[in-house]
């Protein structure tokens, strides 16, 4: 158990709506980092976050957006859903600069 | 700009041989980190080794261990007396620049590893 939360697991939902994934990080980790993993692809890094400021920003679409709160939890916001937005969506969180990503066990999102 | 490359998109390996992932990566920073994880067909990620560019021994973990050499810029990944439980998507990702809390990880694009019994 990698201690961090994504919540819900599996998601299904029609073009055009709106959708938002949560992540509670391991205890005591400031960062959290969120990926998008199409079918078969590698991990694209979308956004992190440290401390609730937003710090490292990837390919993400202005469709998309995340915020972390105060208590370190984040929610990434998927709007106008598209079919291409289907993938396995990870959130991780890190400690140090030197401590790897632990990661949740990902949101599914069927766009249907 | 920071790119993580991973050649091999898939490789079959015979039970019990050893197996070399290869990773290079670019970066105009002195100072990053590089990982290896591991993607089972379960889904979930699974951290397996890192190394930073300032440290001076390759890292090793049980049956893994990180092939550093830092002037070719590669991080290979050699895995030992494979099992049948290796097979798996495997990562390779780097953390740059090291110490900042604004650092972005990106990763390769996975090599693909069956272990035939």
């Known amino acids: 158990d990698s201690g961090v939360t994504q919540t819900p697991k599996h998601l299904i939902t029609a073009t055009g709506q709106r959708v938002t994934l949560r992540c509670s990080p391991r205890?005591?980790?400031?960062?959290v980092y969120w990926y998008q993993q199409s079918l078969d692809q590698g991990l694209q890094f979308l956004i992190q976050?440290?401390?609730?400021?937003?710090?490292a920003k990837g390919n993400i679409l202005e469709r998309f957006s995340a915020q972390q709160f105060p208590d370190l939890h984040s929610e990434l916001n998927l709007s106008s859903l598209e079919l291409g937005d289907s993938a396995l969506y990870f959130c991780?969180?890190?400690?140090?600069?030197?401590?790897?990503?632990?990661f949740g066990n990902g949101t599914r999102l069927t766009v249907t | 700009a920071q790119k993580i490359t991973q050649t091999q998109p898939g490789m079959f390996v015979q039970e019990k041989e050893a197996v070399t992932l290869d990773c290079t990566y670019d970066?105009?920073?002195?100072?990053?980190?590089l990982f290896w994880y591991k993607q089972p067909s379960s889904g979930e990620m699974i951290f397996l080794i890192y190394?930073?560019?300032?440290?001076?021994q390759n890292a090793t973990e049980g049956r893994y261990s990180l092939n550093f050499q830092k002037a070719r810029k590669s991080a290979n990944l050699v895995i030992s007396a494979s099992q049948l439980g290796d097979s798996a998507m495997y990562f390779c990702?780097?953390?740059?620049?090291?110490?900042?809390?604004?650092?972005?990880?990106?990763f390769g694009s996975g090599t693909r590893l069956s272990i035939r019994p």
């Open positions: 991780a969180s890190s400690g140090d600069n030197s401590s790897p990503l632990h």
């Open positions: 205890s005591g980790d400031l960062s």
């Open positions: 976050y440290y401390n609730g400021e937003e710090r």
């Open positions: 970066t105009s920073d002195q100072s990053y980190g």
């Open positions: 190394q930073g560019s300032y440290d001076e």
């Open positions: 990702a780097m953390r740059d620049p090291r110490y900042s809390s604004a650092s972005k990880i990106i």
